[in-house]
């Protein structure tokens, strides 16, 4: 009795992970676009493009401009400033070029990257300054036994 009404609430509600937009081949946008879900590219995009979801650039896929997502997969092609905040995957197809900001890049090979890339996210402290760690080492060298 109860779990009827949960679930027709759970249906109502609004899921924007899974809302899929998809861009066909042969299809051209010229402008700025901002979603919450995500996208399939396999058309050109120029302009602004921002959205919280996933974007997946297919083989016929092309992005000119500003993309800024979670996570990106590229088999076609990019040229721009891409920020991404989680995983730029590069599928062998890719051609990507600009600047580039991600959280983790993946790279598979055959893919192009022609790109400035900045990583963001935390760095793990190696323990000290590169020119006292050097001190270190060499004070536990003459410290062992020969």
Do not use: Y
Request: glycine share 16%.
């Amino acid at each position: 009795m109860f779990s009827d009404n949960k679930k027709g609430r759970d249906q109502g509600a609004t899921d924007f992970s899974r809302n899929q937009n998809k861009i066909s081949e042969g299809t051209k946008i010229v402008g700025d676009i901002v979603s919450e879900g995500g996208f399939r590219v396999e058309g050109t995009i120029e302009g602004t493009f921002k959205t919280t979801g996933k974007v997946v650039v297919g083989k016929s896929g092309f992005i000119k401009g500003t993309l800024e997502c979670s996570d990106a997969d590229f088999e076609g092609k990019f040229s721009g400033t891409l920020i991404i905040t989680g995983t730029l995957s590069l599928k062998p197809t890719a051609h990507i070029e600009g600047e580039v900001t991600v959280g983790k890049l993946a790279v598979e090979p055959g893919a192009n990257f022609n790109a400035s890339c900045s990583m963001k996210g935390s760095v793990k402290s190696l323990g000290g300054k590169p020119s006292e760690q050097k001190q270190q080492g060499q004070g536990q060298k003459q410290g062992q036994p020969a």
